[in-house]
């Protein structure tokens, strides 16, 4: 659903997606700390202030979800209730050290790999949704549709321009 086509509801949530190519596969010595780590990082999610959902396979997780015909290409999606509680948990809990090791599990990615974007309150997006958000936001930049925390727009009908909730240095990419 678009941002326009949206606009009936008086209540938001926040959804965000971000893809990343594993250096090796599941089980290789290589990227056995981030899988490692998984299952408590996803607990930490779960639990954590203004968490609603998230993607996730019958196994709890969502890394054995093939979404496309790179196996090594895993997706993470979930849904928060507003910008502020996903950048407390992405930026400021125990979930930070394990992201800040990104590099030593993932590829360097060309292009967005992460977008956000305001969805109806009880709407879960798919996959295929998640990815046209990181399509939008890599041909056209950031806007109401896709956007990042470098320029996090607020919920439709919220008044305010786009805001750099600063979260650098952990985040390195499209601004």
């Known amino acids: 659903m678009d941002h326009t086509s ?18 090796a596969p599941d089980g290789d010595p290589r990227v056995q700390p981030f899988f490692d780590a998984l299952e408590r990082i996803n607990a930490m999610a ?5 968490f609603i959902w998230r993607l996730q ?16 290409l895993i997706v993470n999606m979930s849904v928060w209730a507003d910008a ?4 407390e948990f992405v930026y400021r809990s125990g979930h930070t050290p394990v ?25 879960r997006p798919n996959i295929d949704e998640g990815f046209s958000r990181l399509w939008r936001l890599d041909r056209f930049g950031p806007s109401p549709d896709a956007f ?14 786009p805001e750099d909730m600063q ?9």
């Open 99 to 123: 992201m800040a090791r990104r590099r030593e599990y993932f590829e360097r990615f060309e292009g967005a790999y992460q977008a956000l974007w305001w969805i109806p309150a009880g709407h």
């Open 84 to 87: 502020n509680a996903l950048f």
């Open 57 to 72: 396979s019958d196994a709890g997780n969502a890394t054995d979800i093939q979404s496309t015909a790179d196996p090594l």
């Open 167 to 175: 979260p650098d240095p952990w985040c390195v990419g499209r601004a």
């Open 46 to 50: 779960d639990s954590a202030p203004g």
């Open 6 to 23: 949206a606009q009936q509801t008086d209540r938001w949530e926040l959804a965000q997606i971000n893809i990343g190519r594993l250096l």
């Open 148 to 161: 990042t925390f470098k320029a996090r727009y607020p919920a439709p009908g919220q008044p305010g321009a």
